[in-house]
């Protein structure tokens, strides 16, 4: 499976961006899909991830700002980001885990290359 991310960008602090995720095959549809991110000179971090079935679960940072969403007739796995700061500044990476339900970074087993958002303040 290939995962293709876009749609990063830069914005202004407050401002909103939509990321889309396009998986290459329907493989995806069943299978719990997350996105992720790394800020210069910090780890990898969970930011969002949507069982097979819709249910989602949110890092803490980023919960009642960023909705993720899937459309699985496209393969596709979007975040809306709204409210951003400085402090989301990263790439982001979307992944496909190996289950139908989020089972954590370690079950992710296939990764796109990722998307650059950069939140200006």
Not at 4 to 25: D, E, F, I, K, W
Request: aromatic share 12%; hydrophobic share 35%.
């Amino acid at each position: 499976v290939q995962l293709q991310a876009s749609g990063g960008g830069l914005v202004q602090a407050g401002g909103s961006l939509r990321l889309s995720c396009a998986a290459s095959r329907r493989t995806s549809s069943n299978n719990a899909m997350g996105w992720f991110r790394q800020a210069p000179g910090k780890e990898r971090e969970f930011v969002a991830a949507i069982n097979w079935n819709g249910d989602t679960y949110y890092a803490d940072s980023v919960k009642g700002r960023f909705t993720i969403s899937r459309d699985n007739a496209k393969n596709t796995v979007y975040l809306q980001m709204n409210s951003l700061n400085a402090d989301d500044t990263a790439v982001y990476y979307c992944a496909v885990d190996r289950k139908a339900y989020y089972t954590g970074v370690q079950g992710m087993n296939y990764w796109g290359k990722g998307t650059l958002v950069t939140v200006s303040s």
